[in-house]
């Protein structure tokens, strides 16, 4: 033991002063790793799903902003194209997209279009790939892949302080390396990537642009009226709102009842049905029945009464 406090006493009065102290900020509140930290004193690189000089900041669930979905349809969309001076293609490609690789069949001929989405759809950058091989040489084994992105991970993010886009990524998030192609086989072998598509493309933002990011409550969006799911892009809202049913044969009584402990008066209604601010179908408490627009009554029988002036009021 009093050796392990001799060793202490060494480092803590021999060592540069820095190197005992805390480097980076905070220490990147262990979310982060400290790089360079005899530079400056060093910066943070933080996890995925954390940002900011300390990685203090988490990421909110992120997603396409659905109303900009609605009319920009296109998603981030690259080709990468493979090749050589001679021999065929052999061996592996590395495809990476925003800090995460992929190992890929350089033979195009064995990398047709499922493989290689299914290749793609391992990486941890991207939450769904397609990938359609357009062109084959045969003799040479090498081709061209059409990549489309769409969709990427929403919480955590594949992002941090050094890595982010905002669903339209630039070229330099993409690279392929031949390193790993045989080169017995293949004379200069080479790939690169290129751009496809780069418009019309909606914005895949935190809480999808219909929410608030609440960082302090642990990267959570508090969403606008409307919009909902954890980032705020779900705009689904096709379920009942009050739902009655009844199973029993038997059923003799009411399914839905009102009652007021008051006279009859026009100065209120049983019910009233609204589309935005204007009544559309109201039972007032005098028995008027007062609807607003088209009516269809099929398979019955009713009569038509002539109104005061007062009451269509």
Same mark, same amino acid.
């Given at each position: 033991?009093?050796?392990?406090?001799?060793?202490?006493?060494?480092?803590?009065?021999?060592?540069?002063?820095?190197?005992?102290?805390?480097?980076?900020?905070?220490?990147?509140?262990?979310?982060?790793?400290?790089?360079?930290?005899?530079?400056?004193?060093?910066?943070?690189?933080?996890?995925?799903?954390?940002?900011?000089?300390?990685?203090?900041?988490?990421?909110?669930?992120?997603?396409?902003?659905?109303?900009?979905?609605?009319?920009?349809?296109?998603?981030?969309?690259?080709?990468?194209?493979?090749?050589?001076?001679?021999?065929?293609?052999?061996?592996?490609?590395?495809?990476?997209?925003?800090?995460?690789?992929?190992?890929?069949?350089?033979?195009?001929?064995?990398?047709?279009?499922?493989?290689?989405?299914?290749?793609?759809?391992?990486?941890?950058?991207?939450? @769904?790939?397609?990938?359609?091989?357009? *062109?084959?040489? &045969?003799?040479? #084994?090498?081709?061209?892949? =059409?990549?489309?992105?769409?969709?990427?991970?929403?919480?955590?993010?594949?992002?941090?302080?050094?890595?982010?886009?905002?669903?339209?990524?630039?070229?330099?998030?993409?690279?392929?390396?031949?390193?790993?192609?045989?080169?017995?086989?293949?004379?200069?072998?080479?790939?690169?990537?290129?751009?496809?598509?780069?418009?019309?493309?909606?914005?895949?933002?935190?809480?999808?642009?219909?929410?608030?990011?609440?960082?302090?409550?642990?990267?959570?969006?508090?969403?606008?009226?409307?919009?909902?799911?954890?980032?705020?892009?779900?705009?689904?809202?096709?379920?009942?709102?009050?739902?009655?049913?009844?199973?029993?044969?038997?059923?003799?009584?009411?399914?839905?009842?009102?009652?007021?402990?008051?006279?009859?008066?026009?100065?209120?209604?049983?019910?009233?049905? @609204?589309?935005?601010?204007?009544?559309? *179908?109201?039972? &007032?408490?005098? #028995?008027?029945?007062?609807? =607003?627009?088209?009516?269809?009554?099929?398979?019955?029988?009713?009569?038509?009464?002539?109104?005061?002036?007062?009451?269509?009021?």
């Amino acid at each position: 033991m009093w050796l392990w406090w001799i060793a202490v006493f060494f480092v803590w009065t021999w060592l540069p002063h820095s190197s005992v102290e805390a480097v980076c900020p905070n220490w990147c509140n262990q979310r982060g790793i400290c790089a360079d930290p005899h530079i400056n004193g060093g910066h943070c690189v933080c996890e995925y799903g954390f940002t900011g000089d300390d990685c203090a900041q988490r990421y909110c669930p992120m997603g396409f902003d659905p109303e900009q979905a609605r009319t920009l349809t296109n998603r981030r969309t690259v080709r990468l194209e493979t090749g050589h001076l001679g021999g065929v293609m052999q061996g592996r490609l590395e495809f990476t997209f925003g800090g995460a690789s992929v190992v890929l069949e350089a033979d195009a001929t064995v990398m047709d279009s499922a493989l290689c989405t299914y290749i793609l759809s391992g990486l941890k950058s991207i939450r @769904q790939v397609t990938c359609e091989r357009e *062109t084959v040489n &045969r003799d040479g #084994r090498f081709g061209a892949y =059409r990549i489309t992105l769409i969709d990427f991970p929403s919480f955590p993010p594949y992002m941090n302080n050094y890595i982010y886009h905002n669903g339209n990524p630039a070229r330099d998030a993409f690279s392929c390396d031949v390193t790993q192609v045989d080169a017995e086989q293949a004379i200069g072998p080479y790939c690169r990537v290129t751009d496809v598509v780069t418009d019309g493309i909606p914005a895949f933002t935190e809480c999808a642009n219909h929410g608030e990011c609440q960082r302090l409550a642990g990267g959570k969006c508090l969403c606008q009226p409307g919009y909902r799911g954890a980032a705020c892009d779900d705009t689904r809202d096709h379920d009942d709102i009050a739902v009655q049913s009844h199973v029993g044969p038997f059923f003799a009584a009411s399914l839905v009842k009102w009652q007021v402990q008051r006279t009859e008066h026009a100065e209120f209604n049983v019910w009233n049905a @609204q589309i935005g601010p204007v009544n559309v *179908t109201s039972l &007032r408490g005098d #028995r008027l029945l007062r609807h =607003r627009g088209a009516m269809v009554v099929e398979n019955a029988s009713f009569s038509v009464v002539q109104l005061a002036a007062d009451d269509l009021a």
